[in-house]
């Protein structure tokens, strides 16, 4: 089982919809958890953090945190196609004591106008 | 407040050559990680630094690949002799410090090995 997956994809979703993105891992110690932005031929670009359970809310952006299921997610509300991208999950799988960051394999989403 | 720079942005070598990669974390952070970035695959961990030691190289293929991070700031990564499936976006990123922080990535030497 891999340490973090997400949906390959690709997704796609009509401008103004809400995107669903999800993510689970495998470790159960994991304490924290981010989404990050790629565009293509750019780095990862930090768009949220979040470490414990419920959702927090960032602009357009909503993380989901369920640790007893191990599961995390990003809802993107009023899809633009500026938010065409890739999306990678990161997770902490070592908990609170060191930042050991792995990444899932990115899922790929397209904003139609 | 200045990011994470990395040099070169691209770099074109023949198979068997070497290569070195260099990084210049945001000023205060003591965490340091190096990632390789597949096209089509999320980055992989290769090499976490925390100030000048390091805390995970598991993942780093020790017979051709080296890394330090002298004096706890800037770091290198070196490639030798290099294959062609070393061919990806090599990334360094930092955090501030090694629990719980998020990481701010650089924007990554991208090398195609012939």
């Known amino acids: 089982q891999k340490e973090v997956e997400q949906n390959s994809g690709p997704l796609s979703v009509p401008e103004g919809a809400i995107a669903s993105l999800n993510c689970t891992y495998s470790?159960?110690?994991?304490?924290?958890f981010f989404w990050y932005r790629q565009y293509s031929g750019k780095s990862p670009e930090l768009i949220m953090s979040?470490?414990?359970?419920g959702d927090k809310e960032d602009g357009r952006f909503t993380a989901q945190l369920n640790k007893a299921s191990q599961y995390v997610s990003l809802l993107i509300r009023d899809s633009q196609p500026s938010d065409s991208a890739t999306y990678l999950c990161a997770v902490n799988i070592r908990g609170a004591w060191n930042n050991d960051m792995r990444f899932g394999a990115g899922t790929r989403l397209t904003v139609k106008p | 407040e200045a990011g994470v720079a990395q040099s070169p942005r691209y770099k074109i070598i023949e198979k068997r050559q070497s290569v070195a990669f260099w990084c210049n974390p945001i000023s205060g952070h003591a965490t340091l990680y190096w990632y390789q970035q597949i096209l089509g695959q999320g980055p992989k961990l290769l090499i976490q630094?925390?100030?000048?030691?390091?805390?995970?190289d598991s993942q780093l293929p020790k017979d051709r690949f080296s890394a330090e991070r002298l004096k706890g700031v800037d770091s290198t990564l070196k490639i030798q002799p290099a294959k062609l499936e070393d061919s990806a976006v090599y990334l360094c990123a930092s955090s501030f410090r090694q629990r719980n922080t998020e990481a701010f990535f650089g924007q990554g030497t991208r090398l195609t090995v012939v």
């Open positions: 979040i470490y414990s359970n």
């Open positions: 470790d159960r110690v994991s304490q924290s």
């Open positions: 630094f925390q100030n000048n030691g390091v805390v995970d």
